[in-house]
C-alpha cells in the first residue's frame, strides 16, 4: 500500500456518507431537524480521555502503553468530529453539508502533517479557538482543528490510506460483532491470540480493494466476516 499523504475526493466523500448513514440510522432527521440530543464534543472529549488511558498518563505509576487501542480511539474521535462538521453546516444553512463536509474533510486531508501533529491538549485548544459561541457551540471542529486531527491520525496510522480503512473497518467491526452474537454474548472477540480490531486493520491495509470501492462497508463486512468464520469461530 503506497504512504498517500491525502484522502481521495471519493475517500472523503465515502467517509462522510458512511458516517451520515451511521447517524441518520439513530435519528432520521439529523442533522437538519435533529430530535435526538447528542453532544459530539462531548463525546470527543471522553474519547480522547480514553485515549490518555490506553496511553498510560499516570506518572506516579507503573503502565504499559497500548498504542493500537490509543490509535483506535482516535478513529472514534474522527466519528464525532466529522458529526461536529456537518452539523455546523447544517445550522449556518448550507445548500449542501454532506458535500461540503466531504470538501473540508478533503481540505483538512491535504493540509495535515503527520510531522506537525500535536497531543489532545492542542486539538482541543483549536475547537476552542474555532468555536462559535453564536451557534451554542464554544467547542467545534473548524478548518484548523480538523487538520490537526488528520496530523495525530496520519501520525498514528502512517498514511492517509491507513487512517481510510481503519476508519470504514471500525464501522464494519461493528456489524460483523452484531452478526456474530456480540448482543448474546456468543462473539468471540479474541482472533487467534489478537483483539479483532488489530486484525481488522491489518487485513482492510492488505486489501486494496477496499481503497477504491464505491461499497466499502459492505466489502469490509464480507472480508471480515469470511476471515471470521474460517479462522475463528471454527
Given at each position: 500500500m503506497s504512504q498517500d499523504t491525502q484522502f481521495s475526493p471519493n475517500q472523503a466523500q465515502q467517509i462522510v456518507r458512511l458516517q451520515t448513514?451511521?447517524?441518520?440510522?439513530?435519528?432520521?432527521?439529523?442533522?437538519?431537524?435533529?430530535?435526538?440530543p447528542r453532544d459530539d464534543m462531548a463525546a470527543v472529549i471522553v474519547e480522547l480521555g480514553e485515549r490518555y488511558d490506553h496511553l498510560g498518563y499516570k506518572w506516579w505509576k507503573k503502565q504499559t502503553p497500548?498504542?493500537?487501542?490509543?490509535?483506535?480511539?482516535?478513529?472514534?474521535?474522527?466519528?464525532?468530529?466529522?458529526?461536529?462538521?456537518?452539523?455546523?453546516?447544517?445550522?449556518?444553512?448550507?445548500?449542501?453539508?454532506?458535500?461540503?463536509?466531504?470538501?473540508?474533510?478533503?481540505?483538512?486531508?491535504?493540509k495535515a502533517?503527520?510531522?506537525?501533529?500535536?497531543?489532545?491538549?492542542?486539538?482541543?485548544?483549536h475547537t476552542a479557538l474555532e468555536g462559535r459561541?453564536?451557534?451554542?457551540?464554544?467547542?467545534?471542529?473548524?478548518?484548523?482543528?480538523?487538520?490537526?486531527?488528520?496530523?495525530?491520525?496520519?501520525q498514528a496510522y502512517g498514511s492517509a490510506e491507513a487512517v481510510y480503512?481503519?476508519?470504514?473497518?471500525?464501522?464494519?467491526?461493528?456489524?460483523?460483532?452484531?452478526?456474530?452474537?456480540?448482543?448474546?454474548?456468543?462473539?468471540?472477540?479474541?482472533?487467534?491470540?489478537?483483539?479483532d480490531n488489530e486484525v481488522m486493520v491489518r487485513l482492510l491495509l492488505n486489501s486494496d480493494s477496499i481503497l477504491n470501492s464505491q461499497s466499502p462497508l459492505d466489502d469490509a463486512v464480507a472480508l471480515l466476516l469470511a476471515h471470521y468464520d474460517s479462522h475463528v469461530a471454527r
Open positions: 448513514q451511521f447517524n441518520q440510522g439513530l435519528d432520521a432527521n439529523w442533522p437538519h431537524a435533529p430530535t435526538l497500548d498504542h493500537e487501542q490509543a490509535n483506535m480511539e482516535l478513529i472514534d474521535v474522527l466519528h464525532f468530529a466529522l458529526s461536529d462538521v456537518i452539523e455546523v453546516l447544517a445550522q449556518e444553512g448550507s445548500d449542501n453539508p454532506l458535500e461540503r463536509a466531504a470538501e473540508k474533510l478533503l481540505e483538512a486531508s491535504v502533517n503527520a510531522e506537525h501533529a500535536r497531543n489532545a491538549k492542542w486539538l482541543l485548544r459561541p453564536e451557534l451554542d457551540r464554544p467547542l467545534c471542529f473548524g478548518n484548523e482543528s480538523l487538520a490537526q486531527l488528520l496530523s495525530m491520525l496520519y480503512v481503519s476508519y470504514v473497518g471500525k464501522n464494519a467491526l461493528n456489524h460483523v460483532r452484531q452478526q456474530r452474537g456480540y448482543k448474546d454474548g456468543t462473539y468471540i472477540k479474541m482472533w487467534q491470540n489478537e483483539e
